[in-house]
């Protein structure tokens, strides 16, 4: 099956400062990728939709400006969190699907990111 | 919200035995998958059903769709204790996998 990488698989940082989270597609090209987040115990909540070559779209309650999307190849796509608050200490997960294919999506392995 | 929920929540059942997880979304679909996680690790998708589907098999999973009832159902047979793990329904409306998790149910196979 296809493989999606995300890295890293967890990072600590300072709160106010800003953590890049890398979503590649290794064995596709994915011209739509998503970003997920997950609190402890619950469930995948959608963050957005990220578009090569456009603006990513935001599900309703996400500040874009809080969590940068920029998908600028058909094989990689980050979030970075800026301004990161221990309040936005969670999973961070990202999928990709192979373009034409309406099959499943394949997720990477997931980002536990903590704010100090 | 367009989440949908799950039950049990929790499901605890000794190895061998048949596991059985509902899920009830809100919205039409234009398809309705199951993934499974690992605590801690990404998702792994076990079965996709389209919405003119009704049942749907993939080695020992059995995943039921009633559209009428916005409801589905994934059925584990013969239990192993590697099967313990979070199990998510997730809901696609448009078939672009922007996809809307259920609430996930945990279980856990005692050996």
């Known amino acids: 099956g296809a493989v999606v990488s995300q890295h890293p698989s967890w990072v600590i940082c300072k709160s106010g400062t800003s953590v890049k989270i890398e979503c590649r597609s290794l064995?596709?090209?994915?011209?739509?990728m998503f970003w997920y987040r997950q609190f402890p115990k619950q469930s995948l909540m959608l963050m957005a939709t990220s578009n090569e070559g456009s603006k990513a779209t935001y599900e309703q309650g996400v500040e874009k400006d809080k969590f940068l999307i920029n998908h600028a190849s058909l094989t990689l796509s980050t979030l970075t969190v800026t301004s990161a608050h221990p309040e936005d200490s969670s999973f961070y997960i990202c999928?990709?699907?192979?373009?034409?294919?309406?099959?499943?999506?394949?997720f990477g392995q997931g980002t536990r990111l903590t704010v100090v | 919200s367009q989440q949908g929920e799950e039950d049990p929540q929790a499901l605890s059942i000794q190895e061998g035995e048949n596991a059985t997880m509902n899920c009830s979304y809100k919205t039409s679909i234009n398809n309705l998958q199951w993934y499974r996680q690992n605590s801690g690790r990404g998702l792994v998708h076990l079965i996709l059903i389209r919405s003119n589907e009704r049942e749907k098999h993939s080695g020992r999973l059995r995943v039921t769709l009633d559209t009428s009832k916005k409801s589905s159902s994934l059925l584990i047979t013969a239990s192993r204790a590697a099967d313990t793990a979070s199990y998510f329904c997730?809901?696609?409306?448009?078939?672009?996998?922007?996809?809307?998790f259920g609430t996930g149910t945990r279980l856990t196979v005692i050996p």
């Open positions: 999928s990709a699907t192979i373009p034409g294919q309406f099959t499943e999506a394949f």
């Open positions: 997730a809901t696609d409306s448009t078939g672009a996998n922007n996809l809307f």
């Open positions: 064995d596709f090209q994915a011209t739509t």
